[in-house]
């Protein structure tokens, strides 16, 4: 690996906290905007330029550069390195950018590691126990295989064999039995990768690689790895495709983020070792394709290699929140739904019915908890319906209870839990089992205040109503309790009869700020079941697009393997077309899901794997009004022996306003609906196409009517082609009343303004405000704690390509007001600005004094200028800009 590392600096003092008073809670949002690390820049070289030469002409300019990565690879030939020992930071950056031999330049940033909700993990101990399983034997049952036919391409003996999958995440534990055993190398299921940055790494320190991708400390990478190839194990699933092989390349540490470099660097690596899929779980919003993992990730596929990546867990943040490098052109960014079952382990233990052998169940431990011990059921009612068990006294020819477990039903509305466990302690009672009243997962119960119960646990309301039959049956249950610690876990699942197959609401919203259709697909991501380090318990169910990614990228290898093709448009346009499409989540509408939450839709991989007709285009964005696409064309192509009649239809999906009436920052989920849809003309409404024919059709969109466009509502729907050979194919589609250029207010002169740094309320000031504060030492002006430093407070409502916050002169007679646009220079930037392809955030940034170019500014009155280009703006056309200045403040060093 072509490395080279330098000690980083610490981050910048943007978005160090969040003031309560803010009009939008950051908490809220799952996948923040990543951090920049000051003066570290990532540079890509000219045809026939190199490393050596770029610092050889760093030198010889007198601008010193430490050096992190060397990224010299066949698809990125460049570097990435931090400025040092320079009285000009940002001076030297431009001169740098403007370099002969550079073709770009961009800021090194963090990716934090994705926020996925981990749902449950195994005991560590207890995950060494032999596992049991309620599953029966035979063809895979696996909820998330059958949501996407993974199953039926797996019946048909599909497995991904001979198929390599380059995933870029945090390592993998592949001591793990089903991922290898402790096996790494040829000949393994992990059989290449490499450590790009060590346990230690955070993102903002030196990584320290190593040709190893084993980790013990995350579990995100090995839960990732399991979802695509876990063997066959205790828990009787396996991942989607476990016949191939698996490369991991590790760029987090056990904390922290990855810096775009390593990933860049990671990306590259996967490429070049012969990845034939590239997946990653990692994001950060952006909604900009120019980002340079995400221009990478585009040139992979451009070269031939599908690369999925998740498309976040901002769904909080409703429209426009896509993620990088999910949103480069041409990358499957892979949306989420809901998992039909819900997957939960418990204790296992076992109960015999009469003579009968014995059989596992599991239970959830409550307080106190329950110990080795072998008891007889009783139940308090032969009915499983009834309401208020144990709710009053037991009569009088209740038996004495001490030498029994007592079977009630789960009942809260009737009367406590520790009221029916007083009423049965009346009766001598010391161990209770309580089974739920819904379907759903067993919960620890608490009654430890009633002294006489020396046990409690809770089981499934299957298993209770099991229970009751046979007690009505006449048969004597005897119940074998282990205690929770040493039980083996068993794996159980719940029908989810409420979300199940709907949309994930953690899953990120697209399109992108220049209205790219994003997401692509969808893929099972909530409540998934997968492999975990053997540390952290080895099993683990986690939520997020992290689980739905990998999924996509092993359903990707099982329809290469059957095409007999890994060409990634047409495995693109093959999951695109015969995608299922998911209605709207929210309400009792029938109306499909929008294209900016769901993509083409959940994926189907066995209708991928056999579908007879293609179709040329995957998606189709008619952009906004400014940029309205008048009429799109695209082909269909029949491959099938016999002759296909094709009819042409629209489906429409729900409507949605990005803004609500009043206000400057986009809506959250879910956004406001519309009852307004587009509607769509085809050059032909039904053709008929011979074996190996193919035909072009016309279609022309009329975008809806009546609508605010000053709250930018996004429209989609879907193209559906319907062919007398039963294939029911559709295109999504979408596109957005409103001008993206005018309609949204980049900046809100309101939320723009000063603020005291060490005040958590971050507290408007007032004009001329005295900020005293220590004379700045550290170059990347980090700020010192508890000191009152000014703080430029920014909103940024919508996404812009270029962020800048300049400090600009007063002299003494003069005053600035908020809004007022002074035409003095500027003396520089303060640190981390300017800001490249940022998404919609706030910016709260304490001004220590330094410059960004690393000069001091003198003591002196000061505001704030902030400029920030418009979305489809002209970089070097000051009109693109909307600018604000606040008001003055005046700084004096101590």
């Known amino acids: 690996m072509k490395l080279q590392c330098a000690l980083l600096p610490l981050l910048g003092g943007a978005l160090a906290q969040v003031a309560p008073h803010l009009s939008h809670d950051l908490d809220s949002i799952a996948d923040a905007e990543p951090s920049v690390v000051p003066g570290a820049y990532i540079v890509e070289f000219e045809d026939n330029e190199d490393v050596g030469s770029f610092y050889g002409d760093l030198r010889s300019q007198n601008m010193e550069a430490e050096p992190r990565l060397d990224l010299s690879y066949s698809l990125f030939k460049g570097c990435s390195f931090q400025l040092k020992n320079t009285s000009d930071v940002e001076v030297a950056a431009q001169r740098i950018s403007e370099m002969p031999k550079i073709r770009k330049m961009w800021p090194v940033r963090i990716r934090e590691i994705p926020k996925d909700e981990l ?59 089903a991922l290898g055993g402790g096996c790494f190398g040829e000949g393994c299921l992990i059989s290449y990768g490499t450590d790009l940055v060590g346990d230690e790494y955070n993102g903002g320190n030196v990584p320290v690689p190593d040709p190893d991708p084993h980790e013990r400390c ?103 929140y896509s993620s990088t490098a999910a949103d480069g052109k041409k990358v499957t960014a892979v949306a989420s739904v809901e998992n039909t079952e819900t997957p939960f382990v418990l204790s296992g233990a076992t109960f015999r019915a009469g003579n009968g052998s014995a059989e596992s169940f599991g239970w959830q431990d409550g307080f106190p908890q329950y110990g080795n011990v072998s008891l007889p059921l009783w139940a308090v009612s032969n009915s499983t319906e009834v309401e208020g068990d144990a709710c009053n006294a037991l009569p009088d020819g209740t038996p004495d209870l001490a030498d029994y477990m007592v079977l009630i039903r789960e009942t809260w509305t009737w009367c406590s839990l520790v009221e029916q466990a007083e009423n049965l302690a009346a009766k001598g009672a010391r161990y209770i089992m309580v089974y739920r009243s819904i379907p759903d997962a067993p919960i620890p119960v608490n ?105 996509a990228a092993a359903a990707y290898a099982l329809v290469a393997e059957a095409r007999g093709t890994l060409d990634p448009s047409t495995l693109e ?17 029938d109306r499909l899901a929008p294209v900016a939450q769901q993509g083409a839709g959940l994926i189907q991989a ?39 009649t094709y009819e042409l239809g629209h489906l429409e999906a729900v409507t949605m306003y990005t803004f609500k009436q009043g206000e400057l920052y986009p ?38 009517s009546g609508l ?29 009343v409103g001008s993206m250029y005018t309609a949204p207010s980049v900046l809100d002169p309101d939320w723009v303004f000063v603020s005291n740094w060490s005040d958590f309320n971050l507290p408007k000031m007032v004009e001329n405000t005295v900020f005293t504060i220590p004379y700045p030492t550290d170059p990347t002006g980090q700020p010192q704690i508890n000191a009152s430093y000014p703080a430029s407070v920014i909103q940024l409502n919508v996404g812009t390509a270029l962020l800048r916050c300049d400090l600009v002169p007063h002299n003494n007679s003069g005053n600035a007001t908020a809004g007022d646009v002074s035409r003095v220079a500027p003396i520089g930037s303060i640190t981390t600005f300017p800001i490249e392809y940022t998404s919609r955030r706030y910016f709260i940034t304490a001004f220590t004094g330094m410059l960004a170019d690393g000069t001091v500014a003198p003591e002196g009155r000061y505001s704030f200028r902030v400029r920030a280009l418009k979305i489809f703006g002209d970089i070097a056309k000051d009109e693109d800009y909307e600018t604000v200045e606040t008001v003055a403040f005046e700084i004096v060093y101590a």
């Open 218 to 320: 995350g579990g995100h990478g090995t839960h990732v790895a399991g979802i695509i190839a876990a063997q066959e194990n205790e828990l009787g699933f396996t991942g989607a495709a476990p016949g191939v092989t698996l490369g991991m390349y590790r760029v987090f540490g056990c904390n922290g983020g990855a810096s775009d470099d390593i990933l860049i660097a990671a990306f590259n690596q996967a490429f070049e070792d012969g990845s034939d899929i590239i997946t990653a779980s990692i994001g950060s919003a952006s909604g900009w394709s120019e980002n340079p993992w995400a221009v990478l990730a585009q040139r992979i596929v451009e070269a031939g290699v599908p690369v999925t990546i998740a498309a976040g867990n901002g769904g909080s943040a409703g429209l426009f």
């Open 667 to 704: 809506a959250s989920y879910p956004n406001p609906m519309a009852e307004a849809y587009a509607t769509l003309e085809f050059s032909e409404s039904k053709v008929t196409i011979p074996a190996g024919g193919s035909k072009e059709i016309t279609v022309i969109p009329t975008p809806p």
């Open 606 to 644: 066995y209708d991928a794997a056999y579908a007879t007709t293609i179709l040329s285009a995957a998606s189709i964005s008619f952009n906004d009004t400014d940029n309205f696409v008048p009429s799109a064309n695209f082909t269909i192509e029949n491959l099938g022996s016999e002759e296909v």
């Open 573 to 589: 346009r093959w999951f695109s077309s015969t995608a299922s499409r998911k209605v709207w989540a929210e309400g009792s509408s």
């Open 708 to 736: 605010d466009e000053k709250l930018l509502p996004v429209y989609s729907g879907y193209i559906t082609v319907n062919g007398t050979s039963g294939e029911s194919l559709s295109i999504p589609y979408l596109g957005v």
């Open 119 to 177: 749902v449950w993990a195994g005991n560590a101990e207890a995950a060494r126990v032999s596992l049991r399983k309620r599953q029966e034997p035979g063809n895979d049952t696996f909820s998330p295989h059958v949501m996407t036919q993974v199953d039926k391409l797996r019946a048909e003996g599909f497995t991904g064999a001979g198929i390599r999958i380059g995933v870029v995440d945090s390592g993998v534990d592949y001591s793990h039995p």
């Open 447 to 551: 009654v430890q205040f009633v002294p006489e119960i020396v046990s409690i646990g809770m089981v499934t309301s299957e298993q209770g109503a099991e229970w009751v039959t046979l007690l009505n049956e006449g048969k004597r249950v005897t119940v074998d309790m282990v205690e929770s610690s040493q039980a083996p876990a068993f794996l159980d699942f719940i029908p989810n009869t409420e979300s199940g197959g709907l949309l994930s609401e953690f899953t990120s919203w697209g399109p992108t700020w220049e209205v790219d259709v994003k997401p692509q697909v969808a893929a099972p991501g909530g409540n998934i079941l997968s492999t975990y380090p053997l540390d952290l318990g080895g099993y683990a169910v986690e939520s997020g697009t992290s689980m739905s990614c990998p999924l």
